[in-house]
């Protein structure tokens, strides 16, 4: 997931559904989707908690915020006008189904005004 190589608003459903498949099968998008489920918590927070280095925690962080399984809840802002995003896991339930020689997967997400997951 290192290399940013998708738009998800341009990704066709099958692409979408496999790169999420790919997101959710990764040990630190894991991570970052447990931790977040419940608290919103910064990029930097994320990373000292999952125990993720930080350039690859903002990478998934950007992966998962372009498929829309994680959102900026919030800004907040620290020091001198600098403002800390705070990320939250979207996602509700995820199933993955093997039938007649075919994988298959199914998600759902939070609903957010004015977007389309």
Sequence with gaps: MSQHLFNSR????DNRLKTVSKLLADN????????????????QRISKVCKI?????????????TV???RVE????VAKGRKVRMYK?????????????????????AEMDGDEY
């Design 10 to 13: 341009h990704m066709n459903p």
């Design 89 to 109: 896991c979207r996602l509700k339930s995820a199933a993955i189904e093997f039938a007649e020689g075919e994988f298959a997967m199914d998600y759902n997400t």
């Design 28 to 43: 630190y998008s894991q991570k970052i989707l447990t931790t977040t489920y419940s608290t919103a918590m910064s990029a």
């Design 53 to 65: 280095p930080i350039a690859a925690c903002y990478r998934r962080i950007h992966d998962l915020e």
């Design 68 to 70: 829309g399984l994680l």
């Design 74 to 77: 919030n800004e907040e802002e």
